[in-house]
């Protein structure tokens, strides 16, 4: 079956440091692969995907390769700020098995400080 | 548009009674999902549903949930009877499913956080 792996938590970095938070998957499929991030009290918000191999998603600054050879798609971001403190989760989605269903990590929770 | 609009924000109820969550999803969309998050655990897909057919339930961790969707704009998910373990934050997400469309983004609801006491 499918499954995300993402390195545990928490993450706590000064604001202006460079982030990186690790994210592997299996999968029988062709994944397509997602970051979603979540702010205290609230629902999960699609950050970026990539829907094929080395395909870069990008937004607000983060970024993610979509990396076949290593099944990887690492999140990265080269200078977070305080506003970037939440819970990012990284998540999967194929059709095989019928429909398109999200599998998502754990979570990596995220502390920036002053 | 509003969103996913999940019904109650936070619900708190005593074993063994009935509980109802709601969810509207986006209108236009297709497919829909159940997730229940918790600190052990995280996210769990309880149930998907696509054109209000339930596609796999394997989630649902008893026979005490059930999820129905009687119409493209409305799922509810009811656990009957209630216990301490059920406590956690209920998420409803919908997505816009096209034939052969890959990277379908979900969107998800604020959320229901349930207490059993």
């Known amino acids: 079956g499918n499954s995300v792996t993402q390195m545990e938590g928490p993450v706590t970095l000064s604001e202006e440091a460079f982030l990186t938070i690790n994210c592997t998957y299996t999968a029988t499929g062709y994944p397509s692969l997602f970051w979603y991030v979540q702010y205290p009290g609230e629902g999960l918000q699609l950050l970026l995907k990539a829907t094929k191999a080395d395909d870069k998603g990008s937004n607000k600054g983060f970024e993610a390769t979509y990396r076949k050879e290593t099944t990887s798609f690492h999140l990265e971001k080269g200078s977070v700020q305080v506003s970037d403190s939440a819970v990012y989760f990284c998540?999967?989605?194929?059709?095989?098995?019928?429909?398109?269903?999200?599998?998502f990590g754990t979570g990596t929770q995220l502390k920036v400080e002053l | 548009d509003a969103g996913v609009i999940q019904s109650p924000r936070h619900e708190v109820t005593e074993m063994g009674q009935e509980v109802t969550l709601r969810c509207k999803p986006i209108s236009g969309h297709n497919s829909l999902f159940w997730y229940r998050q918790t600190m052990m655990r995280g996210l769990e897909l309880l149930i998907y549903?696509?054109?209000?057919?339930?596609?796999?339930d394997s989630g649902m961790p008893e026979d005490r949930f059930s999820a129905k969707m009687p119409n493209a704009s409305f799922s509810t998910l009811k656990i009957q009877p209630s216990e301490p373990r059920d406590s956690a934050v209920y998420f409803c997400a919908s997505s816009l499913e096209a034939g052969g469309t890959w990277g379908t983004e979900a969107f998800f609801g604020q959320g229901t956080r349930l207490t059993v006491v």
């Open positions: 998540a999967l989605s194929d059709f095989t098995g019928g429909g398109n269903k999200l599998t």
């Open positions: 549903f696509n054109n209000n057919v339930p596609i796999d």
